[in-house]
């Protein structure tokens, strides 16, 4: 049978495009379809933009420690609308290099949603149909809100970079990397930030010790931050809306009368929100952002119909080489829901064309991932946490939490964090976990000798670099504790 393409990709993230791009370049032809910007969530709405908030959101700091240091400086105020302008400026050019990628790699671009009609087919929305040797899932996953009355009331991360104006007060209900990095963030922006999350510490999965620091210090730095704490009821409140079922009528959260605060809101999400808690307090805020989950992007796609098995979530189950039930189908990235990194997806994508492309089967490897969270601290880590380590086998744990000198300097009581998970018998360093500025750059780093198997005594033999905060990481000789 003779098909219009080699391949024919659908979703243009990351993942997606660097499969096209490397897939032509070894002689297929190709085609893309993606149904809103070039890029994706990581570009448009994710990585991209969220850490050059990340940047901007750092600078009042910066300015603080810049009079300690002997600057004359003012703070000066946030422009919202300055920011977001040129950060879709940038977004713009950024598409745009993705565009240019895949036509000078001479893949075709469809603008358009896309699904599968059969084994070899893509149907696009205009009731086109692509047929196709190989077809490659990439459509990556979306924001959800909970399952609550009025839950259109809030906003999700996909609309943070596109709110008219700041919110005043803002609530954030979720305790995930999402949700804690978007509270660091909008309160440094200037943004009264209060934080519900329902477990007992945020950060949930990661190391304990390097979550309940992260906690501390967006605590320190004002965030309101509630744990054991869900959302229960909201709806749209004004000047006189009247709260049901309270005694008090106030914010315990701000302390301020709630008919005040709707009277002040002046919310970028549609108007303020009212919210009552589990705790049983009540507040009115200007937006409601929910951090609460994301979901694969795989409704309405034909896929079940065509015999493509979907998991309780609606992920895309995949075996090792990413085909799923149907040989003539693969997927990578977010749909597949088995870790939810752009450099992930990219390396998927990767290996789905040295397997399917160039006939070296290349299982993927989840491994022993580095990742970083951008709080403020942020927090890097790789391996296993103290509490999985310990399950597993007896370790050793080293330990150290400081100062560091550039805030100490300048007054404040920031602390870090660097720690080492290390196996009693075998001395492998089984887990690395940094709480610190910059640690998403220190754990890139120290991600390559973990995944090369390296001993505590490797990290020993290895020269200090001083003055630095990372010098901890192979001066420490003394385990703090042993478990």
Same mark, same amino acid.
């Given at each position: 049978m003779a098909f219009d393409y080699d391949l024919f990709v659908i979703g243009g993230g990351s993942g997606g495009v660097r499969a096209a791009r490397v897939a032509a370049a070894e002689g297929a032809k190709v085609a893309i379809a993606e149904s809103s910007r070039m890029g994706g969530t990581c570009v448009i709405r994710g990585c991209v933009p969220k850490k050059l908030m990340v940047f901007a959101s750092s600078y009042h700091e910066s300015f603080e420690d810049a009079r300690s240091y002997g600057w004359d400086v003012e703070d000066g105020a946030f422009d919202w609308n300055a920011f977001s302008g040129h950060l879709n400026i940038? $977004? &713009?050019? %950024?598409?745009?290099?993705?565009?240019? $990628?895949? &036509?000078?790699?001479?893949?075709?671009?469809?603008?358009?949603?896309?699904?599968?009609a059969d084994a070899h087919t893509v149907e696009l929305a205009d009731g086109t149909q692509k047929t196709a040797k190989h077809i490659l899932v990439a459509t990556g996953g979306r924001p959800v809100r909970p399952d609550m009355p009025n839950a259109h009331l809030g906003i999700v991360s996909d609309d943070i970079f596109h709110l008219p104006e700041l919110p005043k007060r803002l609530l954030i209900i979720g305790g995930g990397y999402i949700a804690c990095e978007f509270a660091c963030i909008m309160n440094g922006l200037g943004v009264e930030v209060t934080q519900f999350y329902r477990g007992a510490q945020i950060l949930r999965g990661f190391d304990d010790e390097a979550r309940g620091l992260v906690a501390e210090m967006m605590r320190e730095k004002g965030i309101n931050l509630h744990l054991g704490t869900n959302i229960v009821d909201m709806a749209e409140a004004s000047a006189d809306h009247t709260i049901p079922n309270t005694s008090t009528g106030t914010d315990a959260a701000m302390g301020a009368p709630v008919a005040e605060h709707a009277a002040q809101a002046t919310s970028g999400s549609g108007g303020p929100v009212w919210v009552k808690a589990t705790n049983g307090t009540e507040a009115v805020y200007d937006a409601v952002l929910f951090a609460t989950g994301r979901n694969p992007n795989t409704a309405d796609m034909g896929l079940e119909e065509i015999g493509v098995e979907v998991g309780r979530r609606g992920e895309i189950v995949v075996d090792e080489y990413s085909q799923t039930a149907v040989p003539s189908i693969y997927a990578i990235g977010d749909v597949t829901n088995r870790v939810q990194l752009?450099?992930?997806?990219?390396?998927?994508?990767?290996?789905?064309?040295? +397997?399917?492309?160039?006939?070296?089967?290349?299982?993927?490897?989840?491994? %022993?991932?580095?990742?970083?969270?951008?709080?403020?601290?942020?927090?890097?880590?790789?391996?296993? +946490?103290?509490?999985?380590?310990?399950?597993?086998?007896?370790?050793?744990?080293?330990?150290t939490s400081f100062r560091p000198m550039q805030s100490a300097f300048a007054g404040r009581t920031d602390r870090v964090l660097m720690k080492l998970v290390v196996a009693k018998e075998s001395r492998k360093v089984l887990g690395c976990h940094i709480v610190a500025p910059g640690a998403g750059e220190m754990i890139q780093l120290a991600g390559i000798a973990v995944k090369m198997g390296a001993t505590k005594e490797d990290f020993d033999r290895t020269v200090a670099v001083h003055p630095t905060m990372s010098e901890e990481l192979v001066t420490m000789k003394t385990p703090m504790r042993v478990a």
């Open positions: 940038e $977004l &713009d050019r %950024l598409e745009g290099v993705y565009r240019s $990628l895949l &036509d000078g790699s001479n893949v075709e671009i469809f603008d358009s949603r896309a699904r599968l752009t450099p992930v997806a990219i390396r998927e994508g990767m290996a789905f064309v040295e +397997t399917v492309f160039k006939g070296n089967p290349t299982p993927i490897d989840h491994d %022993l991932i580095p990742s970083a969270i951008f709080t403020q601290p942020e927090l890097g880590t790789i391996g296993l +946490t103290e509490e999985e380590a310990r399950e597993q086998e007896p370790v050793e744990i080293y330990c």
